[in-house]
């Protein structure tokens, strides 16, 4: 069983919405949780970032599109992904501070 479990990516059109997720199975009430993405021939790159106590940061290029959220009780960090771009395209892993320790990725893409 994956430490880390992502799921919700997919195929969306621009413009559309996506919902990631990432369940922990240890660790997750000690940890700064977040998302970074990786597009073809590019370097990883943050996404946005929750603290233990809810502090949040995003990356410019995400800031008032994207929200982190986390649920303490379910050991989950989400990702909700508004008015998605093609540029958005990219593999997206979830991260735990505590660790550290990376997912295993999940895929999207947005199409024109």
């Known amino acids: 069983q994956a430490q880390l479990a992502e799921s919700g990516g997919g195929l969306v059109q621009a413009g559309g919405s996506l919902r990631l997720s990432c369940k922990a199975l240890a660790l997750f009430s000690v940890s700064t949780m977040g998302w970074y993405r990786q597009a073809p021939a590019k370097q990883r790159e943050l996404v946005a970032t929750?603290?233990?106590?809810?502090?949040?940061t995003y990356a410019p290029s995400v800031k008032g599109r994207f929200t982190i959220s986390r649920d303490n009780a379910k050991n989950t960090v989400y990702l909700q992904m508004n008015s998605l771009q093609p540029e958005d395209t990219a593999v997206y892993y979830c991260?735990?501070?505590?660790?550290?320790?990376w997912g295993q990725g999940t895929q999207v893409t947005v199409s024109s």
């Open positions: 991260y735990r501070g505590a660790g550290p320790l």
């Open positions: 929750i603290t233990t106590g809810g502090l949040t």
